[in-house]
């Protein structure tokens, strides 16, 4: 056979997979119907395209754990959670609600007390395997908790449809939430884009709770009005950003018109919801 | 010993109680503060109408599934007449849900409020077993509670609680009470008594039912939003952050802040004459 027919040959039965080399989705704890599982896949397919479309290019596997029961999943975390007290403040391990958890040391996404209604809690699946998602592109720095908060709802509030077009939802309870921390006085991008990890969990546990209605909506703002290659190059920068830069002054200066303008599309966004 | 015994056992089950989500104790509405009636219309005979019963001293939100929403202020509220020989459209029973207070139409806020405890340095910090925004204060045991603001006080479920509503539709919740010093229906005013606190201290919360939380006339998740209003200190003004302690201040000005003009003439008379 012809030598460059033979190489062109072994490169196209060969190259997929290399060149398809995408992160996959190993199942533990209890199994999940079928239909579960396959619009998972879909879904996990989408988002890993969207991740590779903005740069990532970390292949870690995730693992997916699955616990019907919540008392199963409380005895599961106590064993592998690093800190047990902590675990015991943050989770309550008397807690009865549906819950997730991202372990980023572990690649492990926990979701905690599913009951018999699984479909209902895909949402929430999508939401923790985003997050291994955007850890895996924030290797070597924290990601700010707007994004990974934000991401995660996104993808959420994300339905696939058959016909391969996305619809997404957004709840009138986090447009009325923002709308109320505008009305209030609340809404400040400069902290919410500063905000740490400890602030924005403990905001939003004790007070107005807009934390999380504000990181999302901050995102979809910011996500919808740059075009990908803009919003990649936003989310770079964040990425490899110096300790001492501020996220919010990066965010100014990619943003058209900086934060001014960010609060202004914010606002109306809201406002015409 | 057994004097001992008895005061730790209280001291724990007031605990446990005072843990026990006291936001749902303040917001669930007793049996029967609102009824529903067919009843005959006094003006017009042949007629009827259908009234809502508001048994509370504070407004509320009524949800009627197939109709609209409505705000029942305390007393009778005539909801539909139906005339002789019309069609009644609420012939079946209908699902109604009701929710303490109604929309304010404004809200001021600059309000200031009067912290619950009057004398020495009061120390406080965020109540993190409250999922809304929830301050507890320091203080002994039987010590004092006095209202943070003027308004009346409304139906709660539990007498470890006190419930007052103001004029501008925002509420305030007292948590971990020993002895209420007030009933309902009664009026208070800025720095009146109104409790005895329990071990501990108490927690107080400022909320408002907050239209931006309903869509098709149905709340979209919990309903009421909290806030962290302006509290009246020797050093002026101040926001509360998560933890802290001052001296409170209750002066003219604070005790006035609610009042209509006549009121505000009346109070001033009093003071200059005393």
Redesign the interface.
Known sequence: MNKSLLVLLLSVVISPYFLSAQIKISYSGDPLLPKSVDKIEQMFSYISDFYTRIGLDDTTDVELVIFRDRNEANKYMLQIFPDRDKYKITYGPNSKATSGVYLPNLHKAVIMGIGVDELKVLPLIYHELCHHFTNLYFKNTSPPIWINEGLSEYFENIVLRPNGSVKFNISPYVIGKVKTAILLGELNLVDLLNMSQTDFYDKQKSEGQYQYPMAFVAFLVIHSNLPETEFAGLLSKISQRDTSENVSDIVDSVYPSGLKGLEKDLISFVNSK | MFKKSIILLLFLLNFVSGECQSLKLILSIPFNTIESKWENYPMQKGTTCLNYYNHDKCPYYLYREFDRSYKLNPGKNTIFIQRQGDQNPFKQGTYYDCYKGYFPKE?D?GIVYSFPFKSGNIEWR???R?????FHFKAPASDTLYASRGGVVCKTTSSGVLLIHHIDGTFAGYFNLAVPLVNFGEKVKVGDPIALANYGGISLTIFFL?K????GGKP???CY????PFFRTVEGDIRLN?EGSSIPLIDDDLIMQDMSKSERKKYLKKSTIK
């Open positions: 809200l806020l965020k109540d993190t409250e999922h809304a925004t929830t907050d931006n939380l309903f869509a979209s998740g919990y939003t909290h806030i962290s998560s």
